[in-house]
């Protein structure tokens, strides 16, 4: 089956510092990608979509600014979390569509301090 | 816009009880439907999921749902859980390759 991976899966950082966050597809290419964040308690909300190629398509209320997504390639996206304050600690899952499915990669927990 | 809404957000149930996670969407097209499982502090794990075909689809672990367009419902039914199946259940909905859009989520507690 289809397998997307994130790195890294946890990660500890101070406020004021970027942290970057990768998703790849393992073994299929993936033109869209996902990211979603999930506070403790609550479901997935959609951050963005990123697009191989092109400028990512952030939700209302994102700061496209503070949450930089690059799709260089077919099998690799990035989230990029600028000046990283303790309100940005979360959980970051990636997803990569095949047709109406969405494989989703393991997630990486964000603590800032 | 399609949206999901759980209707339950905590089900507490005994071990080898059968349960029902309810799961309710709105959309003005037609959607493809899905299930996920979550862990603690980890991602998430497909269950079953629908895309066209036999309205009752069956899936992992035991469990199966049953799309009823008429409803615009697809819950989740396990005739005996266990106590393994303690977790956060999601109900998502989608159409064609756009974004997935989840519930709020459901939690099973299955006691012994």
């Known amino acids: 089956g289809a397998v997307v991976s994130q790195h890294p899966s946890w990660v500890i950082c101070k406020s004021g510092t970027s942290v970057k966050i990768e998703c790849r597809s393992l073994d299929f290419q993936a033109t869209t990608m996902f990211w979603y964040r999930q506070f403790p308690k609550q479901s997935l909300m959609l951050m963005a979509t990123?697009?191989?190629?092109?400028?990512?398509?952030?939700e209302q209320g994102v700061e496209k600014d503070k949450f930089l997504i690059n799709h260089a390639s077919l099998t690799l996206s990035t989230l990029t979390v600028t000046s990283a304050h303790p309100e940005d600690s979360s959980f970051y899952i990636c997803?990569?569509?095949?047709?109406?499915?969405?494989?989703f990669g393991p997630g990486t927990r964000l603590t800032v301090t | 816009a399609q949206s999901v809404t759980q209707l339950d957000s905590q089900v507490p149930v005994f071990e080898e009880a059968p349960v029902e996670l309810r799961c309710n969407y709105s959309?003005?097209?037609?959607?493809?439907l899905f299930w996920y499982v979550q862990y603690p502090n980890q991602g998430l794990q497909l269950l079953l999921k629908?895309?066209?075909?036999?309205?009752l689809v069956k899936g992992i672990n035991g469990f199966e749902a049953e799309f009823n367009k008429s409803q615009t419902s697809f819950h989740l039914r396990k005739p005996s859980v266990h106590i393994s199946d303690t977790a956060e259940y999601f109900c998502?909905?989608?159409?064609?390759?756009?974004?997935?859009?989840f519930g709020a989520g459901t939690r099973l507690t299955v006691k012994p």
């Open positions: 997803s990569a569509g095949g047709g109406p499915e969405q494989y």
């Open positions: 959309s003005s097209v037609s959607v493809y």
């Open positions: 629908y895309l066209s075909g036999s309205t």
């Open positions: 998502a909905v989608t159409h064609n390759n756009n974004d997935m859009r």
């Open positions: 990123s697009n191989e190629g092109s400028k990512a398509t952030y």
